[in-house]
C-alpha cells in the first residue's frame, strides 16, 4: 500500500485521538509543511493558529462531532487544538490568488450510459505541494467511508457505504478567508454522509463557505455533479452526454465574476498577499525563491527546502518541491 491505512472505530474524540497517535508523524509533517507554506506567503504560525480558531464556531454548528474529532486529533498527536485547526481550514487561510501547483487538480465523472464498464467512474489527480505527499494517510471507518487525506485533516478524497464518493479541485475567489464559513475540508467530511449525489446538494445547499472549490462527487445509481462552491454561494454543474470533466476554474452558470486570478507559489503569496511578506537576508551567489529574479542570477536557495538549483533569468521561480513537481 502506498499510503498507511488508519482504520477509525469509536465515537468522534476516539477517533480522532487514533488518528492523531496513529498517524502521530505524519500529522507532525503536515504540521511543518503548512507552517512554512504559511511562511512563505508572509503569514506566521501562530497567526495561522489564530485564524485557524475563528473556524470552531461554524465547525461545531455544523456537527459537533467533527469538532470533537478535530479535539481528538490534536490530543493524539500531542499538539495544540488550534493547530490541528489550521490544518483544517488550510484553504480559507491561503492567500485568495495562492495556488500549490500551476496546473492543479483534474477531476471526471462518468454515468454509467457513458462508460465502457456500464457503471459509474469517479477519478482525479492530486496537484498540490510536493512534500505533502508524506503526509497522506487513509482513514478508513470499515462500515462508514474512506478517504485519502493529508494526516491532522478530517478528510478529502473518498467514498463511502452508499457508493457515493467525492473528489476536489481547488478554486479561488477574491472573497476567500474574509469570514469564517464552512471550510472545504470539513465540508468533505460531511459530504461522505451522505446518501448519493441528490442528498449532498440538498446538505450543501443550506450551508455558507469560508473559501472556493468544486466538489465532483458521483455514485453507484449513475448520479454526478459538480458542486462549485465561494462565500458568494453554491453552483451546481450536471454532466453533458454523460462526462463532466473539472479543473481549476469556476464554469457553472451564476459564477461570472467569481473567479480570482490565479497564481502559483511565490507569485501568489508576493502579489496578493496584504500582510507583511519577509524576504530573506541574500545567500552568496544564490537568490530566494520567493520573488522574481533580477538579471544575472544563477541560482537560488529555496526558503522551504533549501535546496539550490539553476534559475532561468528573469521569470518567476520556485523550488519543485514547492511546487508538487519534486515528489
Same mark, same amino acid.
Request: with cysteine.
Given at each position: 500500500?502506498?499510503?498507511?491505512i =488508519?482504520?477509525?472505530r469509536?465515537?468522534?474524540f476516539?477517533? @480522532? ?8 508523524q505524519?500529522?507532525e ?5 503548512y ?5 512563505f506567503?508572509?503569514l ?5 493558529q489564530?485564524?485557524?480558531?475563528t473556524?470552531r ?9 467533527l469538532?470533537e474529532?478535530i479535539e @481528538? ?5 500531542g499538539?495544540?487544538v488550534?493547530e490541528i485547526?489550521a490544518?483544517?481550514a488550510?484553504?480559507?487561510i491561503?492567500?485568495?490568488?495562492y495556488l500549490?501547483?500551476p496546473?492543479?487538480?483534474t477531476?471526471?465523472a =462518468?454515468?454509467p450510459?457513458?462508460s ?7 477519478a482525479q ?6 512534500a ?10 470499515r462500515d462508514e467511508f474512506a478517504t485519502l487525506?493529508?494526516a491532522g485533516?478530517?478528510?478529502?478524497? @473518498?467514498?463511502?457505504?452508499h457508493g ?6 481547488i478554486?479561488r475567489s477574491?472573497?476567500?478567508g474574509k469570514?469564517?464559513g464552512?471550510?472545504?475540508?470539513v465540508l ?9 449525489v ?7 445547499s443550506?450551508l ?6 468544486? =466538489? ?6 449513475g448520479?454526478a ?7 458568494k454561494g453554491l453552483?451546481?454543474?450536471?454532466p453533458?452526454?454523460?462526462t463532466l470533466?473539472?479543473?481549476k476554474?469556476f464554469?457553472a452558470?451564476g459564477t ?6 490565479l ?5 501568489a503569496?508576493a502579489?496578493t ?5 519577509p524576504?530573506?537576508?541574500?545567500r ?8 522574481p529574479?533580477?538579471?544575472g542570477?544563477?541560482?537560488f536557495a529555496?526558503?522551504?527546502c ?7 533569468t ?7 518541491? =514547492?511546487?508538487?513537481?519534486g515528489?
Open positions: 500500500m502506498m499510503f498507511p =488508519v482504520d477509525l469509536g465515537k468522534a476516539e477517533r @480522532g485521538r487514533m488518528h492523531g497517535s496513529l498517524a502521530r505524519r500529522v509533517r503536515s504540521l511543518a509543511n507552517a512554512k507554506l504559511f511562511a506567503c508572509g506566521g504560525w501562530p497567526e495561522a489564530r485564524l485557524g480558531a473556524y464556531g461554524v465547525i461545531g454548528e455544523l456537527d459537533a462531532g469538532l474529532e @481528538g486529533i490534536a490530543a493524539g498527536a499538539r495544540g488550534d485547526l490544518l483544517n488550510r484553504t480559507e491561503l492567500p485568495p490568488k500549490g501547483d496546473g492543479e487538480c477531476a471526471i =462518468v454515468r450510459a457513458a465502457a464498464t456500464g457503471g459509474t467512474l469517479l489527480n492530486w496537484d498540490w505541494v510536493g505533502q505527499r508524506d503526509a497522506l494517510v487513509v482513514l478508513r471507518s487525506t493529508e485533516m478530517l478528510a478529502k478524497i @473518498g467514498f463511502n457505504r457515493f464518493g467525492i473528489c476536489l479541485n478554486l477574491s472573497d476567500d469570514r469564517p464552512v471550510p472545504v475540508h468533505l467530511r460531511a459530504l461522505l454522509a451522505r446518501s448519493g441528490a442528498d449532498a446538494i440538498a446538505f450543501a443550506k455558507s463557505f469560508g473559501g472556493s472549490s468544486n =466538489v465532483l462527487c458521483a455514485d453507484a445509481q448520479g455533479a459538480s458542486l462549485e462552491f465561494s462565500p453552483r451546481v454543474l450536471e453533458e452526454s454523460g470533466c473539472h479543473t476554474h464554469i452558470p461570472e465574476g467569481w473567479q480570482a486570478a497564481y502559483a507559489g511565490s507569485r503569496c502579489s498577499s496584504s500582510r507583511s511578506f524576504r530573506p537576508s541574500p552568496s551567489s544564490s537568490r530566494s525563491s520567493v520573488g529574479e533580477s538579471a542570477s544563477s541560482t529555496c526558503t522551504t533549501e535546496t539550490t538549483r539553476p534559475t532561468v528573469g521569470r518567476w521561480t520556485m523550488c519543485p518541491t =514547492v511546487a508538487g513537481r515528489w
